[in-house]
């Protein structure tokens, strides 16, 4: 019997290209990243699943080209950029990877934190750059304590979640708003208390973005919101880069309408050199790289495989949505 076709738009890890040999013909775009539309459209023709990467767009036009998809994986926990009501009208699996990157995110959100507050960036730039000239003076690269700060927390789903347990460990005082409130037991369990949304933006000293990329959130960070926020506070972006209006966020940033921002996800990537953000020194940058710890991207790589097994037999993937 000939093998199901599968397509990767990238490749993967080794173990994981030879568990898909074993049952499909597979072919991996070894081209450019993101892989070209025109190229993509091509192979989804006759394809029975695709393995996919945040940055590919899987949107009704591409999916109509497809004569027998059954699954895609998406190897990622943000499926913002797959069309999932078409993909469940045409009854296509789409498997996605949570939970298995939910500790390496969150520490990546707390990272960005220290760093922008304790400035560890900003004083390696300044070593590097021959420019460290006074010694440990009253004044010179001071951060900002963590301790008693108020960290807002937007979206406590999984990875909100666990960085509330992180900041907890450091004495920081917890809020959160959410579309859905936690039950009671898990807001005690947790330390954290809801709050309205502008209470999260007038009163936190740190916000931390942890919601998906929807028609409701796209920039729902904007001047407006920066202009409410404190002059203090700093922004912290893990989620989507398209949650936050980047140009405002720019100017609120050089003229410190808020003090800082830590973000791994930008509204277009990869940036730049010559991205506005990179001139700024209150802010630290990192490339997309949640869930990049070598044990979280194995983990993400056998969970994208097997969903895409289950899909393709027609099954619920692991962790499935839409189908
Ligand atoms: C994802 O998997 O969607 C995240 O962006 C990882 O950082």
């Given at each position: 019997m000939q093998k199901k076709r599968v397509f990767l738009t990238r490749t993967l890890h080794d173990f994981a290209l030879k568990e898909l040999r074993k049952k499909y013909q597979i072919e991996v775009h070894s081209g450019k990243i993101p892989i070209p539309k025109n190229i993509l459209e091509k192979k989804i023709k006759n394809i029975d699943g695709l393995i996919c990467f945040p940055y590919d767009k899987i949107d009704d036009t591409m999916m109509d080209?497809?004569?027998?998809?059954?699954a895609i994986s998406t190897y990622?926990?943000?499926?913002?950029?797959?069309d999932i009501t078409h993909a469940k009208k045409k009854k296509i699996r789409v498997g996605y990877t949570p939970e298995v990157l939910t500790d390496a995110t969150a520490d990546l959100a707390f990272s960005l934190m220290m760093d922008v507050m304790r400035r560890v960036t900003e004083g390696d730039k300044i070593i590097r750059k021959g420019s460290?000239?006074?010694?440990?003076?009253?004044?010179?690269?001071v951060g900002l304590d963590l301790q008693g700060k108020t960290l807002g927390i937007l979206g406590l789903g999984r990875i909100g979640s666990t960085l509330a347990k992180r900041a907890k460990a450091f004495d920081m005082k917890l809020v959160y708003h959410s579309r859905n409130r936690v039950s009671k037991t898990r807001e005690k369990a947790l330390g954290i208390k809801y709050v309205s949304w502008e209470k999260l933006i007038t009163q936190s000293d740190v916000i931390s973005i942890h919601v998906p990329h929807t028609t409701q959130t796209d920039?729902?960070?904007?001047a407006k919101i920066f202009k409410k926020m404190k002059k203090s506070a700093v922004l912290i972006n893990?989620?989507?880069?398209?949650?936050?209006?980047e140009k405002d966020l720019v100017l609120a940033l050089k003229k410190n309408i808020i003090a800082g921002a830590g973000l791994d996800?930008?509204?277009?990537?990869?940036?730049?050199?010559?991205?506005?953000?990179?001139?700024?020194?209150?802010v630290v940058l990192a490339?997309?790289?949640?869930?990049?710890?070598k044990e979280t991207r194995e983990e993400m790589a056998r969970l994208t495989v097997k969903n895409l097994n289950l899909g393709i037999l027609g099954k619920k993937p692991i962790y499935s949505v839409g189908y």
């Open positions: 080209m497809a004569e027998n998809l059954k990622s926990v943000g499926f913002d950029h797959v460290w000239r006074q010694i440990y003076g009253a004044y010179d690269y920039k729902l960070f904007d893990t989620a989507r880069g398209k949650v936050i209006n996800v930008f509204e277009t990537e990869p940036i730049s050199n010559t991205h506005p953000l990179t001139k700024l020194d209150n490339p997309h790289i949640g869930s990049s710890t």
